[in-house]
C-alpha cells in the first residue's frame, strides 16, 4: 500500500506559524548568549560623517568618538558648574606670559604647558606593527574590517602625538571647523596653513605634469593621497612645540582661557603618525578602510564593529590606564548651605562606585533605530537600556509638577525607570538684523521696537507648548550652568519682565505696555507712518509639519501686536545666502555651548563677528562699542567677581538694545532602567559610558517578566481548530465505514 502523505492545510499552516510567534511571545533582537553578560544597548539614528577628531564636531560624532580617543583633559563627572579636570594630562595648567621667537622677531605670547601622565597606552592596533604599514592585496585576503588584520601591537601615548594632531588641524584638505578660531589665537598657526598649501599645490602641480590632460586630482589623491610631513614647517608652527616625550606647549597669541575647553574636546585627541601612514595606503583606501571612519585611541573601548546600517559596536580597551570613578564633591569650608545641591547624586547613588577601577561595563552595542516608536517599545521590553522620551508618547511617561517639573507617570515608575533631566547648555533666540532699516538700529525708535517685540512674544507659551514644561524662558544669552547666568531678582530682563515680590518671580510685562512701546517707536497700532501696516520679511530654511506649527505660533505672537510676518521658505543654501547678506529682518536662532564659559555665548554678538562684515557668527550685525570694549576685555580674564561684573554690564547693554528677542533655554531628559546605575546626565562630556555600572541580573529578570510566553491566545485558536474540523471529522469516518 502507497504510503500516504499528509499536507496542512493553509488554515492550519497559518495557525502553527501564529501559534509559535505566540508561544514564543519575544523579539529579542540579541543572540542568546549574550543574555546576562555585561553589555549595554542603546541606539543610534544615522550613521556618524565622520570619526577623524580633526573633522568630527556634531554632537552624534562626538558620541561616537568620546569612548575612545583622549585628549589632554575632560570635565569632572559629577562636578556642577562644569569643572575641567585632567584625563591624559597630570594636571590643569597655568597659563605663563613669555616671549618666543617667530619668524626671526621675539613676540609676547601666552603659554600652557601639558605635562603628560606615564604608562598611558594606545589600543591595540595594525598600526603599531611597520609590517603592515606595507600591505598588498595579497595579505589583505579575506580582510573585511581592520579588526581583521593581524599582527598587533601598542605603544606609550608620547608628547609628539598631541603635537602631530594639533599641526594636523591646520591641514587644508581637512577642513578642520575650528581652524579658523584657532589662527585667530595660536601663534604662527595661519602661517603654518600657508607652508602646508603651499607644499599640497606643488605636489598636486608635478602629478598633473606627469599625468597630463587626463590628471584627476579629486580621485588621484582618494586612492594616492599626498603624504605631508607636518614636522617639516616646525619653524612656520610654534603654535606648538615637544618638550619632551612627556611634555608639549602650545603657544598663543593673547591671554584666552577658553583654550582649556578646547582642549577638553576630540579636536584636541592624540593622533598616531604611524594610524595616518597606515590608513593612507592605497591598498586600504580601495576597501573604503579608512581613518575618519576608525579612529586609533588610549580611551576605555576600542571600535570592534562599525556597520552603520545595523549595529555598532564597543568593547573594552585591555591596555586601558588605570582611572577610579570620582569621589562626590563635597561643600567648601563654610560652604555647608550648599550641601542640598549634592543630595540628589546621593539619592542616584553616585557614592557606592567611588575609587573602583573604569570602564565598568565590558562591552557597549548601538543597533540602528530609526523610528522613535519601536526604540520606545523595545526599551519598555527591557531590550534597550536607556531612550530619550518620544514626544508621541511623553504624556504617558511623564507627569508635571504644578512646578512645570518632570517626574515619573506611575506606570513609569512601577517599571523601575528611572527620569534624569538636566539644563542643556542651549539658549534659542529670534535674531533681528541690526543693519536693517527697519527693525535695526540704535536710535531710540529702532530699540522700542524690538523691546515691543520681545515683550509680545510669550516664551512662557512657547515652553509650554512645544516644549512640554522642560525649559525655561530666557533673559539673556546665557543659559543654566553657565558662569554668568543668574537667577531671581537679578537674572530678571528689566526690559520684559517687573519681580512680583508675592510670586517670588519674573512676569511679563503686559501687551499693553508692548503696544505703547511700539506706538512711541512709530507704529500706533502697527501702522508705520506711511500708513501701511508694519510687515517683516522672515526667511525660514525647509517645510515641515513641525516648522509649520512652530511659525504659526510665532505669527500669533507678531498678530498681537498687528504686526505682519512675510515668511519666506526656501532650501538650505538660499536662507544662509539671505543670512550671509543681511537680506532679512528677523530670523530664528539657537546656540550649544561649545564649552561652558559666557564668551561662547556673549561671542555672538561681539561686533567684529557680524556676518555680513566678516561671515562670522553675529548674525544680528550687532554693533555696540561698548559691548565690544567689555567683551575684550572679558574673553581673557579668569573667572572672578570682577569678570562677572563685566558679563552683568554687558546683559544688561543686550536687553536695552534688544537684538534677539530671548526665547528659552531647554532641559533635556532621558530614561534609564533602575538596573543602569551612575548614570548622570552631562551636558558637555561624551565619554560618560566608562562611569555606568550594569546589575545584568535585574536586567534578565526584568526581561523574562516582560516578555512571557503567551499561552492564551495558542490554546484559543488550538480550541477553535479542532472545534472547527469535528465536522469534517465526522464526514471522513461515515466514509470509513461505507467503504
Given at each position: 500500500?502507497?504510503?500516504?502523505?499528509?499536507?496542512?492545510?493553509?488554515?492550519?499552516?497559518?495557525g502553527?506559524?501564529?501559534?509559535?510567534?505566540?508561544?514564543?511571545?519575544?523579539?529579542?533582537?540579541?543572540?542568546?548568549?549574550?543574555?546576562?553578560?555585561?553589555?549595554?544597548?542603546?541606539?543610534?539614528?544615522?550613521?556618524p560623517?565622520?570619526?577623524?577628531?580633526?573633522?568630527?564636531?556634531?554632537?552624534?560624532?562626538?558620541?561616537?568618538?568620546?569612548?575612545?580617543?583622549?585628549?589632554?583633559?575632560?570635565?569632572?563627572?559629577?562636578?556642577r558648574?562644569y569643572?575641567?579636570?585632567?584625563?591624559?594630562?597630570?594636571?590643569?595648567?597655568?597659563?605663563?606670559?613669555?616671549?618666543?621667537?617667530?619668524?626671526?622677531k621675539?613676540v609676547a605670547?601666552?603659554?600652557?604647558t601639558?605635562?603628560?601622565k606615564?604608562?598611558?597606552?594606545?589600543q591595540?592596533?595594525?598600526?603599531?606593527v611597520?609590517?603592515?604599514?606595507?600591505?598588498?592585496e595579497?595579505?589583505?585576503?579575506?580582510?573585511?574590517?581592520v579588526?581583521?588584520?593581524?599582527?598587533?601591537?601598542?605603544?606609550?601615548?608620547?608628547?609628539?602625538?598631541?603635537?602631530?594632531?594639533?599641526?594636523?588641524?591646520?591641514?587644508p584638505?581637512?577642513?578642520?571647523?575650528?581652524?579658523?578660531?584657532?589662527?585667530?589665537?595660536?601663534?604662527?598657526?595661519?602661517?603654518?596653513?600657508?607652508?602646508?598649501?603651499?607644499?599640497?599645490?606643488?605636489?598636486?602641480a608635478?602629478?598633473?605634469?606627469?599625468?597630463?590632460?587626463?590628471?584627476?586630482?579629486?580621485?588621484?589623491?582618494?586612492?594616492?593621497?599626498?603624504?605631508?610631513?607636518?614636522?617639516?614647517?616646525?619653524?612656520?608652527?610654534?603654535?606648538?612645540?615637544e618638550?619632551?616625550?612627556?611634555?608639549?606647549?602650545?603657544?598663543?597669541?593673547?591671554?584666552y582661557?577658553?583654550?582649556?575647553?578646547w582642549?577638553?574636546?576630540?579636536?584636541?585627541?592624540?593622533?598616531?603618525?604611524?594610524?595616518?601612514a597606515?590608513?593612507?595606503?592605497?591598498?586600504?583606501?580601495k576597501?573604503?578602510?579608512?581613518?575618519?571612519?576608525?579612529?586609533?585611541?588610549?580611551?576605555?573601548?576600542?571600535?570592534?564593529?562599525?556597520?552603520?546600517?545595523?549595529?555598532?559596536?564597543?568593547e573594552?580597551?585591555?591596555?586601558?590606564?588605570?582611572?577610579?570613578?570620582p569621589e562626590?564633591?563635597?561643600?567648601?569650608?563654610?560652604?555647608?548651605a550648599?550641601r542640598?545641591l549634592?543630595?540628589?547624586?546621593?539619592?542616584?547613588g553616585?557614592?557606592?562606585?567611588?575609587?573602583?577601577?573604569?570602564?565598568?561595563?565590558?562591552r557597549v552595542?548601538?543597533?540602528?533605530?530609526?523610528e522613535?516608536?519601536?526604540?520606545?517599545?523595545?526599551?519598555l521590553?527591557?531590550?534597550?537600556?536607556?531612550?530619550?522620551?518620544?514626544?508621541?508618547?511623553?504624556?504617558?511617561?511623564?507627569k508635571?509638577?504644578?512646578?512645570?517639573?518632570a517626574?515619573?507617570?506611575d506606570?513609569m515608575?512601577?517599571?523601575?525607570?528611572?527620569?534624569?533631566?538636566?539644563?542643556?547648555?542651549?539658549?534659542?533666540?529670534?535674531?533681528?538684523?541690526?543693519?536693517?532699516?527697519?527693525v535695526g538700529?540704535?536710535?531710540?525708535?529702532?530699540?522700542k521696537?524690538?523691546?515691543?517685540?520681545?515683550?509680545?512674544?510669550?516664551?512662557?507659551?512657547?515652553?509650554?507648548?512645544?516644549?512640554?514644561?522642560?525649559?525655561?524662558?530666557?533673559?539673556?544669552?546665557?543659559?543654566?550652568?553657565?558662569?554668568?547666568?543668574?537667577e531671581?531678582?537679578?537674572?530678571?530682563?528689566?526690559?520684559?519682565?517687573?519681580?512680583?515680590?508675592?510670586?517670588?518671580?519674573?512676569?511679563?510685562?503686559?501687551?499693553?505696555?508692548?503696544?505703547?512701546?511700539?506706538a512711541?517707536?512709530?507704529?500706533?497700532?502697527?501702522?508705520?507712518?506711511?500708513?501701511?501696516?508694519?510687515v517683516?520679511?522672515?526667511?525660514?530654511?525647509?517645510?515641515?509639519?513641525?516648522?509649520?506649527?512652530?511659525?504659526?505660533?510665532?505669527?500669533?505672537?507678531?498678530d498681537?501686536?498687528?504686526?505682519?510676518?512675510e515668511i519666506e521658505?526656501?532650501?538650505?543654501?538660499?536662507f544662509r545666502?539671505?543670512i550671509?547678506?543681511?537680506?532679512?529682518?528677523?530670523?530664528?536662532?539657537?546656540?550649544?555651548?561649545?564649552?561652558?564659559?559666557?564668551?561662547?555665548?556673549?561671542?555672538?554678538?561681539?561686533?567684529?563677528s557680524?556676518?555680513?562684515?566678516?561671515?562670522?557668527?553675529?548674525a544680528?550685525?550687532?554693533?555696540?562699542p561698548?559691548?565690544?570694549?567689555?567683551?575684550?576685555?572679558?574673553?581673557?580674564?579668569?573667572?572672578?567677581?570682577?569678570r562677572?561684573?563685566?558679563?552683568?554690564?554687558?546683559?544688561?547693554?543686550?536687553q536695552?538694545?534688544?537684538?534677539?528677542?530671548?526665547?528659552?533655554?531647554?532641559?533635556?531628559?532621558?530614561?534609564?532602567?533602575?538596573?543602569?546605575?551612575?548614570?548622570?546626565?552631562?551636558?558637555?562630556?561624551?565619554?560618560?559610558?566608562?562611569?555606568?555600572?550594569?546589575?545584568?541580573?535585574?536586567?534578565?529578570?526584568?526581561?523574562?517578566?516582560?516578555?512571557?510566553?503567551?499561552?492564551?491566545?495558542?490554546?484559543?485558536?488550538?480550541?477553535?481548530?479542532?472545534?472547527?474540523?469535528?465536522?469534517?471529522?465526522?464526514?471522513?469516518?461515515?466514509?470509513l465505514?461505507?467503504?
Amino acid at each position: 500500500m502507497a504510503q500516504q502523505r499528509t499536507v496542512l492545510s493553509g488554515p492550519w499552516r497559518a495557525g502553527l506559524l501564529l501559534a509559535a510567534v505566540l508561544v514564543v511571545g519575544c523579539n529579542s533582537p540579541y543572540p542568546e548568549s549574550e543574555e546576562g553578560h555585561n553589555i549595554l544597548y542603546s541606539t543610534f539614528e544615522e550613521e556618524p560623517k565622520h570619526l577623524d577628531p580633526a573633522q568630527a564636531y556634531a554632537a552624534d560624532e562626538c558620541v561616537m568618538m568620546g569612548p575612545i580617543l583622549e585628549p589632554p583633559f575632560q570635565y569632572h563627572f559629577l562636578k556642577r558648574p562644569y569643572e575641567l579636570a585632567p584625563l591624559t594630562a597630570t594636571d590643569i595648567p597655568k597659563a605663563e606670559r613669555r616671549t618666543v621667537t617667530f619668524q626671526g622677531k621675539e613676540v609676547a605670547a601666552t603659554v600652557y604647558t601639558i605635562r603628560l601622565k606615564r604608562s598611558v597606552l594606545y589600543q591595540d592596533h595594525p598600526c603599531f606593527v611597520e609590517a603592515n604599514r606595507r600591505l598588498t592585496e595579497e595579505s589583505l585576503r579575506g580582510v573585511r574590517a581592520v579588526c581583521d588584520i593581524r599582527p598587533t601591537a601598542t605603544r606609550e601615548l608620547v608628547a609628539g602625538d598631541f603635537v602631530h594632531a594639533i599641526r594636523r588641524l591646520a591641514d587644508p584638505r581637512l577642513a578642520c571647523p575650528i581652524a579658523s578660531t584657532l589662527a585667530q589665537h595660536l601663534v604662527g598657526m595661519r602661517e603654518y596653513q600657508a607652508s602646508l598649501q603651499a607644499v599640497l599645490d606643488r605636489e598636486r602641480a608635478k602629478r598633473k605634469a606627469a599625468a597630463g590632460i587626463l590628471y584627476n586630482q579629486e580621485k588621484d589623491e582618494q586612492y594616492n593621497p599626498i603624504p605631508v610631513d607636518y614636522g617639516a614647517g616646525a619653524e612656520c608652527s610654534p603654535f606648538v612645540r615637544e618638550v619632551d616625550p612627556c611634555t608639549f606647549e602650545l603657544v598663543l597669541r593673547h591671554p584666552y582661557p577658553q583654550m582649556l575647553y578646547w582642549m577638553a574636546m576630540p579636536f584636541f585627541a592624540p593622533v598616531p603618525p604611524e594610524a595616518i601612514a597606515f590608513f593612507d595606503q592605497p591598498v586600504l583606501l580601495k576597501r573604503s578602510l579608512i581613518f575618519d571612519k576608525n579612529p586609533v585611541g588610549t580611551g576605555p573601548y576600542v571600535l570592534k564593529e562599525f556597520d552603520p546600517t545595523n549595529q555598532i559596536v564597543f568593547e573594552r580597551n585591555r591596555n586601558f590606564h588605570d582611572e577610579r570613578f570620582p569621589e562626590l564633591p563635597r561643600p567648601a569650608a563654610g560652604e555647608e548651605a550648599a550641601r542640598p545641591l549634592y543630595d540628589p547624586m546621593k539619592a542616584a547613588g553616585l557614592e557606592e562606585d567611588a575609587g573602583k577601577r573604569l570602564p565598568m561595563i565590558d562591552r557597549v552595542v548601538l543597533r540602528m533605530e530609526k523610528e522613535s516608536i519601536p526604540r520606545w517599545n523595545k526599551f519598555l521590553q527591557g531590550y534597550y537600556d536607556a531612550q530619550g522620551i518620544p514626544s508621541d508618547v511623553f504624556d504617558q511617561a511623564v507627569k508635571l509638577t504644578s512646578q512645570g517639573d518632570a517626574s515619573l507617570a506611575d506606570e513609569m515608575a512601577a517599571r523601575g525607570i528611572q527620569l534624569r533631566s538636566s539644563y542643556s547648555t542651549t539658549s534659542s533666540f529670534l535674531s533681528f538684523n541690526l543693519g536693517d532699516l527697519v527693525v535695526g538700529g540704535y536710535t531710540d525708535a529702532g530699540r522700542k521696537l524690538r523691546q515691543a517685540i520681545s515683550i509680545a512674544y510669550d516664551s512662557e507659551e512657547e515652553v509650554a507648548i512645544f516644549l512640554k514644561e522642560q525649559g525655561v524662558p530666557a533673559h539673556s544669552p546665557i543659559p543654566p550652568g553657565i558662569f554668568g547666568y543668574r537667577e531671581g531678582r537679578e537674572g530678571i530682563n528689566p526690559v520684559v519682565y517687573e519681580w512680583d515680590e508675592a510670586r517670588g518671580r519674573g512676569v511679563r510685562r503686559s501687551i499693553d505696555e508692548a503696544k505703547r512701546l511700539l506706538a512711541e517707536a512709530g507704529y500706533p497700532n502697527g501702522y508705520g507712518p506711511d500708513g501701511q501696516r508694519l510687515v517683516l520679511r522672515f526667511p525660514v530654511s525647509g517645510g515641515t509639519p513641525e516648522g509649520a506649527t512652530w511659525l504659526a505660533f510665532v505669527t500669533k505672537q507678531f498678530d498681537r501686536l498687528n504686526i505682519g510676518l512675510e515668511i519666506e521658505v526656501s532650501d538650505w543654501n538660499r536662507f544662509r545666502e539671505k543670512i550671509d547678506s543681511g537680506n532679512f529682518q528677523l530670523s530664528g536662532g539657537g546656540w550649544i555651548a561649545d564649552y561652558p564659559d559666557p564668551e561662547n555665548f556673549l561671542f555672538l554678538l561681539y561686533g567684529p563677528s557680524a556676518k555680513v562684515v566678516s561671515k562670522g557668527e553675529n548674525a544680528a550685525n550687532y554693533k555696540n562699542p561698548r559691548f565690544d570694549e567689555l567683551f575684550e576685555k572679558m574673553r581673557s580674564m579668569e573667572n572672578s567677581p570682577e569678570r562677572l561684573a563685566l558679563v552683568d554690564e554687558m546683559v544688561r547693554l543686550l536687553q536695552q538694545d534688544a537684538p534677539w528677542v530671548f526665547r528659552y533655554h531647554p532641559k533635556s531628559l532621558a530614561f534609564y532602567h533602575g538596573w543602569v546605575k551612575n548614570a548622570w546626565p552631562h551636558a558637555l562630556a561624551f565619554n560618560t559610558w566608562k562611569y555606568w555600572r550594569l546589575d545584568t541580573a535585574t536586567r534578565t529578570a526584568y526581561r523574562r517578566a516582560e516578555n512571557q510566553p503567551r499561552w492564551w491566545p495558542m490554546i484559543g485558536f488550538a480550541a477553535v481548530l479542532v472545534l472547527g474540523s469535528l465536522p469534517a471529522l465526522r464526514a471522513a469516518r461515515r466514509r470509513l465505514r461505507e467503504g
